[in-house]
């Protein structure tokens, strides 16, 4: 049973460039979560999407950031014109329903 | 405002001997708490979990106790082993939001 994956592991962009994320969530998994990780703090709340819907985007910034979750196909992080503050890793959870979310390994972001 | 804390940034623990984390929390509407491990470069790992109706739970090596009128949570490993050598996150949520808010972490270290 694969757990929770997400690509790319490392992403390098440029000042004013896009960053997108993947997530694919465990078999069986409606929910997905995504946090964020600046250096040397803990993990930060950011969207809860379930298939096709955004439940909470209360930790989300208002600007540059969006998050969706299609019918088919993996969750997906857009960051639009990245700025250095953007560099963290980037974590996927996902749980079957009201449940213990288990975690992927993380997207890398560095923005130069 | 931290609502999850953990004041201890490091532990360093002898192996065979107990490691025991802390955790404060200063709202009263979580009720659900969990204990996640976490290596370098890698997504937190799920290790045991609590709900506010119980004051104790064990898994193996792993026994996390709940406070509620301190508003404390604490892991017991015992005996630690080199392998446990990680950074320890807890985490919680309430009753009307799946959002997990994580504490700073403890960086543990078991010296063989």
């Known amino acids: 049973n694969a757990g929770v994956m997400q690509n790319p592991r490392h992403l390098v962009r440029r000042r004013g460039q896009e960053a997108r994320l993947r997530c694919s969530p465990m078999?069986?998994?409606?929910?997905v979560y995504w946090y964020r990780q600046l250096p040397e703090e803990g993990l930060k709340f950011m969207v809860y999407?379930?298939?096709?819907?955004?439940?909470?985007e209360s930790g989300m910034p208002k600007e540059r950031f969006s998050a969706e979750f299609p019918k088919e196909g993996p969750s997906i992080l857009r960051i639009q014109q990245v700025v250095r503050g953007d560099s963290a890793a980037y974590f996927c959870?996902?749980?079957?329903?009201?449940?213990?979310?288990?975690f992927g390994p993380g997207t890398r972001l560095t923005v130069l | 405002d931290q609502q999850v804390k953990q004041n201890s940034p490091s532990l360093s623990v002898q192996e065979g001997r107990i490691s025991i984390l802390n955790c404060d929390y200063t709202?009263?509407?979580?009720?659900?708490f969990l204990w996640y491990k976490k290596y370098p470069a890698e997504g937190p790992t799920f290790l045991i979990s609590?709900?506010?109706?119980?004051d104790k739970n064990e898994d193996g090596r792993f026994t996390v106790f709940l406070n509620k009128s301190a508003k404390h949570l604490s892991l017991h490993i015992v005996p630690s082993q080199p392998g446990d050598s990680a950074v320890y996150f807890c985490a919680a949520s309430g009753l009307d939001s799946n959002m997990l808010t994580f504490g700073g972490g403890t960086r543990l270290m078991v010296k063989p």
């Open positions: 709202n009263s509407m979580f009720d659900y």
């Open positions: 078999k069986g998994h409606s929910h």
């Open positions: 999407l379930q298939k096709e819907n955004i439940i909470d």
């Open positions: 609590i709900s506010s109706i119980k």
């Open positions: 959870a996902s749980s079957p329903g009201f449940d213990t979310q288990y």
